[in-house]
């Protein structure tokens, strides 16, 4: 117990990653649950626009944020189609954090190294009476505002051999190029793809992108002022991914990509 109140006494980091938007109270609603106990915590919204449903999309953006975080930071997701069935409720330690969510595969991208996970049943950590349409505030948030109040994890509930692993394409090295597909769409419409590249180096030569039955040239470069407005340019992400952009434009409408689009990239020269 003197842990505990010693951990309450230090801020909490607590983030949300879900598909809810922000014109609902949902969102708010789950943030009350975790100061309602947890009074000190620190709340940072990492996105509420995941496409509704898109559990890989949401999978993305937490592994994409969360390593920045300092340890014990306590990541809430939920992107969770299933909410309600038989799949789990699940808390996890993972690289240094704690992960809250479905287990459907959403929180399985940032739980990098050595998994510890939890069945959350334990009655103190779910809000009564619970709403079957709404874990992300009875069962997440809960779970969340106690860790931040400084519960152990072993006490959300039993403990589980392993989580739900989200099925990504294998991240072969860019090389001369090759098939792949369209991990992510962003924002500008930029194309993440399945291709690992080095952040610190530049790829250089010109390249040809394959997608949709069309043919477009790029221009490999190490950021977008490398080609003129409107020039297409192939990039190391800061993701560690290949990227494809176009400057001040939206490759992805010009493409028609979307997440999940087969590509082909050949370097040309």
Request: a negative charge; charged letters at 20%.
């Amino acid at each position: 117990m003197c842990e505990r109140w010693g951990r309450l006494a230090e801020m909490s980091v607590v983030t949300f990653t879900t598909d809810f938007g922000v014109s609902d109270a949902y969102v708010g609603a789950m943030k009350g649950v975790v100061l309602s106990l947890a009074p000190r915590a620190v709340l940072v919204d990492i996105t509420h626009d995941v496409a509704p449903h898109d559990v890989r999309a949401g999978a993305l953006a937490l592994a994409a944020a969360a390593p920045y975080f300092p340890a014990g930071s306590i990541h809430v997701a939920v992107v969770d189609p299933g909410v309600g069935s038989a799949r789990h409720a699940i808390a996890v330690e993972a690289a240094g954090c704690f992960l809250v969510g479905p287990d459907n595969g959403l929180l399985s991208l940032a739980a990098h190294g050595p998994r510890r996970v939890f069945r959350i049943d334990n009655p103190l950590f779910r809000r009564e009476p619970s709403s079957p349409t709404f874990h992300g505030r009875d069962v997440f948030a809960s779970t969340a505002g106690q860790l931040a109040a400084g519960y152990d994890i072993e006490e959300a509930g039993a403990p589980l051999p392993a989580m739900t692993q989200l099925s990504m394409p294998a991240a072969g090295a860019l090389g001369d190029g090759g098939d792949g597909e369209v991990l992510h769409v962003d924002h500008f419409g930029n194309l993440i793809t399945s291709f690992a590249a080095d952040p610190s180096a530049k790829i250089g030569g010109q390249w040809e992108l394959r997608c949709q039955n069309r043919q477009f040239e790029l221009r490999a470069g190490r950021t977008f002022s490398d080609v003129d407005r409107g020039g297409w340019v192939l990039y190391a992400g800061s993701s560690g991914q290949a990227e494809v952009a176009v400057r001040e434009a939206s490759a992805a409408s010009l493409t028609q990509a979307k997440a999940g689009t087969p590509i082909k990239l050949k370097r040309l020269s």
